[in-house]
C-alpha cells in the first residue's frame, strides 16, 4: 500500500509541477497546496491503517484456505480473524460482519480442534465479493502416517513381501 501511495504522490506531483507551471499563480498556489494536503492525507491515511483489520470483501487476493491463528467474536459488531496463509511470511488480521451462524461454526470448529490437538482452517470461494455464502471453518485434518517400509525392515523376509 505504502509504494501505491508513494507512486499517486510522485504523480500527482509530476502533474502539479510539470504540467501546471503555465497557469496563474493563484491556480500554482493553488495545486501546491492541494499536493502538499493530498501527500499528508496519503502519509497519515497509509499510518491509521496499519495494524487494523481488513474486511475479508475487500480481499483480492485468492483466500481459498487460511490457518486460523486466533480470533475474537464482538456479538452485534463484528468477528475478527488472525489468519496464516500458505507460503505467507507472516500472519494478516481480518473482519467478518457478525452473523451467529458464522460465530457458531467457528466456535464448533475451535472447540473440535481443541479436542483432537488440532488447528483450524477457514475456507472461502474464490469468487469472494460475488459469493454471499458465508466462510466456512472447519478442523484441520490430521496428517497422514508416513508409508512403512516392508523391505528396509530387519524383520521383513522375501517370502513375506508381496510380488
Do not use: C
Not at 63 to 74: D, I, P, T
Not at 75 to 95: R, S
Request: proline residues 8%; negative net charge.
Amino acid at each position: 500500500m505504502i509504494v501505491s501511495a508513494v507512486f499517486f504522490a510522485l504523480l500527482l506531483g509530476a502533474f502539479v509541477f510539470l504540467v501546471l507551471p503555465r497557469g496563474r499563480t493563484w491556480q500554482r498556489t493553488g495545486s501546491a497546496t492541494v499536493f502538499v494536503l493530498l501527500i499528508a492525507l496519503v502519509y497519515g491515511g497509509s499510518i491509521e491503517l496499519l495494524g487494523r483489520p481488513k474486511p475479508v470483501r475487500l480481499e483480492w487476493r485468492a483466500m481459498e484456505k487460511a490457518e486460523v491463528l486466533g480470533a475474537s467474536l464482538r456479538e452485534n459488531e463484528a468477528i475478527y480473524l488472525w489468519l496464516q496463509f500458505d507460503g505467507a511470511p507472516e500472519p494478516k488480521v481480518y473482519t467478518l460482519p457478525w452473523s451467529m451462524q458464522t460465530a457458531q461454526n467457528l466456535q464448533d470448529a475451535m472447540q473440535e480442534s481443541e479436542a483432537t490437538g488440532t488447528g483450524v482452517e477457514m475456507t472461502m470461494s474464490l469468487d469472494s465479493g460475488l459469493d454471499d455464502r458465508e466462510p466456512k471453518f472447519h478442523p484441520t485434518p490430521q496428517p497422514a502416517l508416513p508409508d512403512k517400509n516392508y523391505y528396509g525392515s530387519p524383520f521383513a523376509t522375501r517370502t513375506n513381501a508381496p510380488g
